[in-house]
């Protein structure tokens, strides 16, 4: 039960004490958001990785002034696409020939529903859909973290149209999706470091259908 018990380690900690993340453990945190399952295999999303202080000073303002942001080591954002275009989709495709060396017929048929399909759609509708991929790797990252023992405060209390703005995203068609700070837990200033976690009972979240 390793991996249960650094789930229980971990919370979203609301302080953090300033202390550097080392690299190698960063590159891990990212390597598994890296690896996360994605619809269609099309990692609509890219991550930013924000270590630089003037930067996270200017997010704080923009995020309810949540301490973590400037007290993290690194600020991870998670931006998703703005919208499925026919060379991003194909992007993907190409790849997936390339890396494995061959042409399918039944993946090219599916290449071609896509490309019927994502880029004509409505683009906050496919915006909406590639920030939902963007969680699922966040969500690695967040187990990632514990695992290294590293906190980590998912964050969505920020304006994301002021962080797309001072990252310049727009420009790069990508948008905001969520914040994920990491660091180390500050326990004499954080309120919730001690307090008991509250889930649901299994049996409130989990109806088996036999
Ligand atoms: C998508 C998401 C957004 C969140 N946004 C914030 C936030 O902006 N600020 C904050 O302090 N906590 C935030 N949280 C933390 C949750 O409140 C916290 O995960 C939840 O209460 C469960 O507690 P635990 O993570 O400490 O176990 C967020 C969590 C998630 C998953």
Not at 50 to 79: G, M, R, Y
Not at 85 to 108: A, C, H, Q, S, V
Request: glycine share 4%.
């Amino acid at each position: 039960m390793e991996l249960l018990d650094k789930l229980n380690w971990r919370y979203a900690a609301k302080a953090m004490n300033g202390e550097k993340v080392a690299e190698d453990k960063i590159e891990r945190i990212i390597e598994a958001a890296r690896l996360a399952p994605t619809s269609s295999g099309l990692q609509p999303f890219e991550i930013l990785v924000v270590k630089n202080q003037e930067i996270k000073e200017k997010i704080k303002p923009i995020a309810w002034n949540q301490s973590v942001i400037t007290d993290c080591s690194h600020l991870l954002v998670f931006a998703a696409w703005d919208t499925y275009t026919p060379e991003r989709i194909n992007y993907m495709f190409d790849l997936t020939n390339e890396i494995r060396g061959f042409k399918n017929e039944g993946w090219e048929n599916y290449r071609k529903m896509l490309l019927d399909m994502y880029p004509q759609r409505d683009a906050e509708e496919n915006f909406n859909h590639a920030a939902k991929q963007a969680y699922i790797a966040f969500a690695h990252a967040i187990m990632a973290a514990a695992f290294e023992k590293v906190d980590a405060t998912p964050l969505e209390g920020f304006d994301p149209a002021a962080v797309d703005e001072i990252l310049g995203l727009r420009e790069k068609g990508l948008r905001s999706a969520v914040l994920l700070p990491l660091g180390y837990r500050k326990t004499e200033e954080d309120w919730l470091v001690n307090l008991v976690k509250v889930r649901k009972s299994t049996k409130d979240l989990v109806t088996v259908i036999e």
